[in-house]
């Protein structure tokens, strides 16, 4: 059984159709890019799988079961913006993260934290807008969830922070589990993906393997991209 | 998991409402230093009466600051940015909505009690529960009830009439975030339609009670009406506020149930 | 830099190109455990499942062998090595021979260019 499945899946705000019949499977232990310019639907189609907005038709759903506290439980999920209270306390956030999931291990999130000579005293809104994304980061990587859903992280960071990023992703996943990160910034994860699925204009251009992709085009996912995305 | 929501519930409104509890105790026992020094010290009358007047504001300012907390925390939980945590925690539609409203009425009823505290260590003791006593014993009088069950009705009425107005507001800010502009200028909007219409329903009902039964009106006129006539217009009143609780609370369960959060 | 990749090409064949001279050219020597899956994609920063395939693909060929419980390990069959060694010394022959024809030397010429440059 698919980890995600997304049957029929439309939305549109008024006349403004956002995303058009989406049909998409995201199988399990997998890392899956999400890839397609600003403005293409990649935020909606997450945040529709996150629950956070309701298809105006189309089914998904997780393990088999519509979106709900069940795949709320297994899903660990980064927004593309800040989402914590900031007058909390890292030690705080990490309180409230443990008491509501059940898969979060405070022990990672403290060493991870530890890397980055952090004060679990320290209050977010002290710190730099960097160090508030790494914070969130780890808390969301700390959860040993069945998909990861990150959006946009590597967005506006520099090399080295990127790197950080990309490190505590591999590092710290769970083991068979899958994830998602949408980018449009493909150069700089293509090698750690398996799977991509382009999407444009709200609608799914092409998914497949990334290696096979890479064999048939004789290109990489970034070349394929920008051919594909043209202007 | 309801628990769990009203403890971060509770905590994030004591971070804003402690600070006040503080101030209106430190003032209440800097009025009595004061009030000591002017016996002896006329001068000092003069400042004594200045930090009084503040000291009244920030009563009746501390109630209405207690409702705005409770309103800014129910928008910034589940409708500001924070939402996408909030919305993404495995936990119910119904614990998410229950704890705001309990988490506000705790926040009234210490609010309240800390007022009285404050007030009777500026006031003393005996002259604001003769007060209070003179006040319940005419309401026992008109009921013909005991003080303490009328104190206690009044307590309940009270509670219930200041959370429909949360409830108002909380269905106004549900309502205004269907909007994907303007969500504030459109909350505000709701929440005042909201308030006409039950105005409206007031109005409709007394209307209804004068038609079923005209004396009421001449009732309403005397010193101290037949407790039956009381009873019912205060049985009506909370049967309003009743169905405006539910009615509310309603419509809040239902935006969040179809959530869009932008 | 150990481990770098041109995006072009799979990168689980490169993955397999590079480990395949990690061992041939003895900085895994025979018969030495190797790092788990995990943390040898982590230090290549690629995806485990193609560091998985990866190390799939040398088990096939025979250069690693897996330990029940304790791991992967490097053969100890130096033969083996050896012929994969002679394998990719003739490939890589043959790349400068081809890379020597299209400038325009014969094969004569361009074993004359390799003793040069060794005499350097």
Not at chain 1, 200 to 221: N, V
Request: glycine content about 6%.
């Amino acid at each position: 059984m698919a980890l995600v499945k997304c049957d029929g899946v439309c939305k549109s705000y008024g006349k403004n159709s956002i995303l058009k019949n989406i049909n998409l499977e995201i199988p399990k232990g997998k890392i899956i890019g999400l890839l397609g310019p600003n403005g293409s639907g990649k935020t909606t189609l997450i945040k529709i799988i996150n629950g956070l907005l309701e298809t105006n038709s189309g089914t998904v759903l997780v393990n088999g079961e519509k979106i709900g506290i069940n795949s709320k439980k297994v899903i660990s999920y980064l927004p593309e913006r800040p989402y914590v209270n900031f007058n909390m306390s890292v030690k705080e956030l990490i309180n409230y993260f443990s008491d509501f999931y059940d898969n979060f291990d405070s022990d990672t999130a403290y060493k991870l934290l530890e890397k980055l000579n952090l004060n679990p005293n320290d209050k977010l809104n002290t710190m730099s807008k960097g160090m508030k994304e790494k914070v969130q980061l780890i808390l969301v990587m700390s959860r040993k969830a069945d998909l990861y859903i990150l959006d946009e992280p590597i967005g506006g960071v520099d090399p080295a922070t990127r790197d950080y990023i990309l490190d505590t992703i591999l590092t710290n996943f769970n083991d068979g589990a899958s994830v998602i990160i949408s980018t449009h910034l493909i150069s700089d994860i293509e090698k750690i993906l398996d799977e991509v699925i382009f999407i444009k204009e709200g609608s799914i251009y092409l998914t497949g393997d990334a290696d096979e992709l890479r064999t048939s085009k004789g290109m990489s996912i970034d070349e394929i991209f920008r051919e594909e995305f043209k202007c | 998991m309801l628990g769990k929501v009203l403890k971060y519930d509770l905590k994030s409104m004591g971070k804003s409402l402690f600070p006040l509890y503080a101030g209106l105790i430190v003032l209440a026992l800097v009025l009595k230093v004061i009030s000591f020094i002017t016996d002896s010290v006329s001068a000092f009358k003069f400042v004594y009466n200045i930090m009084f007047i503040f000291f009244i504001i920030l009563v009746i300012g501390g109630l209405f600051y207690t409702f705005l907390v409770s309103i800014m925390r129910y928008y910034k939980n589940l409708y500001s940015d924070e939402g996408y945590l909030t919305h993404t925690l495995p936990v119910g539609t119904n614990s998410l909505l229950f704890s705001k409203v309990v988490s506000s009425l705790v926040y009234i009823v210490l609010s309240v009690i800390i007022s009285f505290i404050s007030i009777i260590i500026v006031l003393g003791y005996n002259d604001v529960v003769s007060v209070l006593k003179e006040g319940l014993e005419f309401f026992s009088l008109c009921f013909d009830m005991s003080v303490f069950s009328i104190a206690m009705w009044a307590i309940f009425f009270l509670l219930l009439s200041y959370i429909c107005y949360v409830l108002m507001v909380y269905a106004g800010i549900s309502l205004g975030n269907m909007h994907s502009k303007n969500k504030i200028v459109f909350s505000v909007i709701y929440t005042v339609v909201i308030y006409y219409i039950t105005q409206m329903l007031g109005v409709l009902l007394i209307g209804i009670m004068f038609l079923v039964n005209p004396d009421i009106m001449s009732q309403l006129d005397q010193a101290i009406p037949d407790k039956e006539y009381f009873i019912w217009i205060m049985g009506c009143g909370m049967g309003l506020n009743l169905v405006l609780l539910f009615t509310c609370y309603f419509i809040c369960y239902n935006r969040l149930k179809h959530l869009n959060l932008s | 830099m150990r481990w770098e990749f041109d995006n072009d090409r799979p990168i689980y064949i490169q993955l397999v190109e590079k480990l395949k001279l990690f061992i041939i050219s003895g900085q895994y020597e025979p018969g030495s455990r190797m790092l788990s899956v995990r943390d040898l994609a982590l230090e290549a920063k690629v995806n485990p499942n193609t560091m998985q395939k990866a190390l799939g693909e040398l088990e096939n060929l025979g250069l690693i062998y897996t330990k029940r419980t304790s791991g992967k390990y490097v053969t100890e069959d130096k033969k083996l090595i050896s012929k994969f060694k002679d394998e990719m010394a003739l490939e890589k022959v043959h790349a400068y021979l081809n890379d020597m024809k299209s400038i325009g030397f014969s094969k004569k010429e361009a074993m004359d260019y390799l003793k040069m440059s060794k005499e350097e």
